[in-house]
């Protein structure tokens, strides 16, 4: 990670200013004024609660289970906490003007918790919102880690220990000699204390049932604010440190820039956009490759006996099968193109900044570029590691780079799929047999969309096992970047690939049936002939809608269909999803037609 | 595959005399260079990232000269190389073939691009010669600054 303020700093500062404040007071202090600061605290813990009360009590689980111990935590420190706050709330008074008297001492420390607790609390809302109806709303590639429950149990499980810690303070306040004020602030400490002390015993309750995994909360800390670093190239004088903390935040871009267009409904890609990131992902994780050969190497060096250069050499492996099926991506992709309103070309965006930033921490040559040319001499490894503490920190680069392929695989296969079924991707007309058209681009046959959605899927694949190989190590070995594993495992995104469809939904009005495909696979482009495919496809379909419909229509040994099930097969068949005809209708060939290659 | 004379493409395009053959020719020679990177996109080489970047160049050259105007459609069906017998085997030499045959592009579509009026083929040809310029500065090196 880089060096930028995340939550953990401002709880950390936070919990030092609330502990241990409770001493007897140095002259002047007033209790009534501590009491106010106090006070402000537990409104921004109880703000704290409110979410989370409400994003436990209406997420995914509560219904399969609404009475867990952590809703029931959620839930009572929202209570608890406001309880806190309205007996610490003085009572009116029109000589009370609290707000303008400078605090002093214990009362300056809260004050100084209060503020950075809520600017913590600005901070995670700068990844997630909450929209009217109480919906979190995702600003950024964050929100998915933010908003999981485990997460979201570690940020109860904080906020009930700083209560504790304010109840601590309290009492001790309450009890110590010297305060200047009326007895009534004393006792509103006091039962303010027992109410902020509730929560940490939910908690311990709620954590025996469920326990915070302890890299949970580790994740919760290392959450930054939203900023981004701004865009920066590598320089000559840039040295490995550098070129590891440049390497990290453009990955930190470009994650983020694929989490945004995965999130836009216009698809954004172009051609250019594509041919670009799937150039520069491959020598991307060519680099990535070359890197952890590096490591394995220094690896072997200081631990002669362990297994650790062995784990980073099958993590070298892992990216260099990344690396084919990048290449894979590359080489499918010069074969489509995109149907786009501006065909204008591009400049590389920041995968290639990437690519260069790998390539600068790769090659000696401190003005490498990606147009650089022939042959680059590597670095030797002792350069890229010279010490112990150098390796994890390599591991880190790497694996927010491999983390980040990942993440574009997943976009692009997404917009991807929205252009084929808007019938955007095109083939050259010379590479389909038999294309008699005057176009020199047509509509790709379903054979093509089918590869290239395989290569993205092989891709996304490849760069997901080699993140999760890096991600092993950086646990392994302690680097910053081991908090990405865990953000990815409390997202869910770390299986996406498993369940990702291999084909898009053939249901769209304008998707082809198998006749129409086969047709078009040809390179026919007559009109004439794909309107008699497209009638022919769509009457097979209605002669199997009407065979389900037909009662008694079974013809085989199989158990009659119980009448509901009737609708449900219609419905199946209409919705086809993955299914085609052919299959419904049983095994035939429908040989894939030679396909010329240009 | 098929190896291609990269050499015979080379002279196809010099040879070229009007617009539409010289934008036959080029079409065919960047699916010829298309093809032959394509052959050495070998990581073990250390002219990988070069043959990578050189390789998607050459279709986007094509692409770009598929959507010129005055292109001969259908193109003909010429069978490379016409019975010269194979191409560059290793890839430095690749490398040495491919750079000739980009600059030999370059210059013919830098010039095409300059004589001829229509606009469709005037952005065609130039934006395949900044295609086969890349080409070229990449397998030599020439672009590294």
Redesign the interface.
């Known amino acids: 990670m880089t060096s930028e303020a995340t939550f953990g700093d401002f709880l950390d500062d936070a919990r030092r200013q609330v502990t241990g404040t409770g001493r007897a007071p140095a002259g002047g202090e007033d209790l009534r004024d501590t009491t106010q600061s106090i006070r402000r605290v537990v409104v921004v813990l109880g703000r704290y609660t409110r979410d989370l009360a409400a994003a436990l009590g209406t997420g995914p689980r509560q219904s399969r289970d609404p009475e867990s111990p952590w809703q029931q935590a959620a839930a009572a420190a929202h209570r608890e906490l406001n309880q806190a706050a309205r007996y610490l709330t003085p009572p009116v008074s029109p000589k009370l003007n609290l707000g303008t008297r400078p605090s002093a001492g214990t009362a300056r420390k809260m004050d100084s918790a209060a503020v950075m607790l809520q600017a913590g609390r600005e901070l995670l809302d700068t990844h997630v919102g909450t929209a009217a109806d109480g919906t979190p709303i995702h600003r950024t590639e964050w929100a998915p880690a933010l908003t999981s429950h485990p997460v979201r149990q570690a940020l109860l499980a904080e906020v009930a220990e700083l209560a504790a810690r304010v109840a601590a303070t309290s009492d001790q306040i309450a009890s110590a000699p010297g305060w200047r004020g009326a007895p009534g602030p004393r006792r509103a400490l006091r039962e303010a204390g027992h109410c902020l002390r509730i929560p940490a015993e939910f908690v311990q309750a709620a954590s025996q049932h469920e326990p915070v995994p302890a890299a949970q909360r580790e994740l919760l800390r290392a959450v930054p604010a939203s900023a981004l670093p701004p865009r920066r190239l590598p320089g000559p004088r840039h040295d490995i440190a550098g070129l590891r903390e440049g390497t990290i935040a453009t990955a930190q871009r470009v994650r983020r820039s694929a989490w945004r267009t995965a999130t836009q409904t216009a698809p954004a890609i172009t ?2 956009s594509l ?1 670009h990131n ?2 520069a992902s ?2 991307t994780s ?1 680099h990535c ?1 070359l890197l952890l050969r590096a490591a394995a190497e220094r690896a072997a060096a200081h631990f002669p006996a362990s297994d650790a250069s062995q784990e980073i050499t099958r993590a070298a492996d892992a990216a ?1 099968r990344a ?1 084919a099926s990048w ?1 894979a991506v ?2 499918t ?3 489509i ?1 995109i149907e786009t309103p501006d065909n204008t ?1 591009q400049p590389p965006g920041e995968t290639s900044h990437l690519a260069l930033w790998t ?1 600068r921490l790769t090659y000696t040559d401190p ?1 490498w ?8 001499q590597t670095r030797p490894p002792r350069m890229l590691a010279r010490s112990l503490t150098d390796i994890p920190l390599l591991i880190s680069a790497v694996h927010h780079t491999l983390d980040c392929l990942e993440a574009n695989a997943g976009a692009e296969h997404d917009q991807l799929q929205a252009a084929a079924r808007a019938g955007r991707i095109l083939v ?1 007309a ?1 590479s389909l047999p038999r294309a008699e058209t ?1 176009d ?2 047509i509509v790709a046959p379903q054979s093509r969309v089918t590869d290239l959605l395989g290569v993205y899927r092989t891709a996304g694949q490849a760069s997901a096992h080699a993140a999760t190989a890096a991600g092993s190590i950086a646990r392994w070995v302690g680097a910053p970047s081991r908090v990405l594993a865990t953000a990815r495992a409390a997202a869910g995104t770390d299986n996406r690939w498993r369940s990702a469809p291999r084909r898009i939904a053939r249901n769209g009005a304008d998707w082809p049936g198998p006749l129409e495909t086969s047709v078009r696979d040809l390179g026919v482009t007559s009109p004439w002939l794909l309107q008699r495919a497209i009638a022919l496809d769509r009457a097979n379909a209605q002669l199997i809608m009407d065979a389900v419909a037909e009662p008694g229509a079974r013809r085989d040994g199989s158990p009659a269909q119980k009448p509901s099930g009737s609708a449900a097969t219609v419905a199946a068949v209409r919705a086809a999803d993955d299914c085609d005809l052919a299959q419904l209708l049983g095994p035939t060939a429908r040989p894939e037609p030679p396909e010329r290659e ?1 | 595959m098929v190896m291609t004379s990269i050499g015979w493409q080379a002279q196809r395009v010099r040879a070229a005399a009007a617009l539409p053959e010289m934008l036959e020719s080029a079409r065919q020679a960047f699916e010829c260079m298309l093809a032959e990177a394509e052959t050495h996109e070998d990581p073990a080489t250390p002219l990988f990232p070069a043959f990578v970047l050189a390789a998607t160049a050459a279709a986007n050259g094509r692409d770009a000269v598929l959507l010129a105007p005055s292109l001969p459609w259908p193109p003909r069906d010429t069978l490379p190389g016409e019975g010269q017998a194979g191409g560059p085997g290793e890839p430095a030499q690749a490398a040495r073939a491919l750079a000739s045959l980009s600059h030999a592009l370059v210059c013919r579509l830098e010039t095409a691009a300059g004589l001829t009026a229509r606009s469709g083929d005037k952005d065609a040809c130039r934006y395949a010669a900044g295609r086969a310029r890349a080409i070229y500065d990449l397998l030599t090196g020439a672009g590294d600054d």
């Open positions: 051609t250019d041919r799937a150039d491959t020598l060519h490759e260099g690396r290449l590359a080489r992709l010069r074969r193109t070309p390539g003005s570029t990606l147009v650089s040319g022939p042959a680059h050259p010379l005057c020199p681009f240009p």
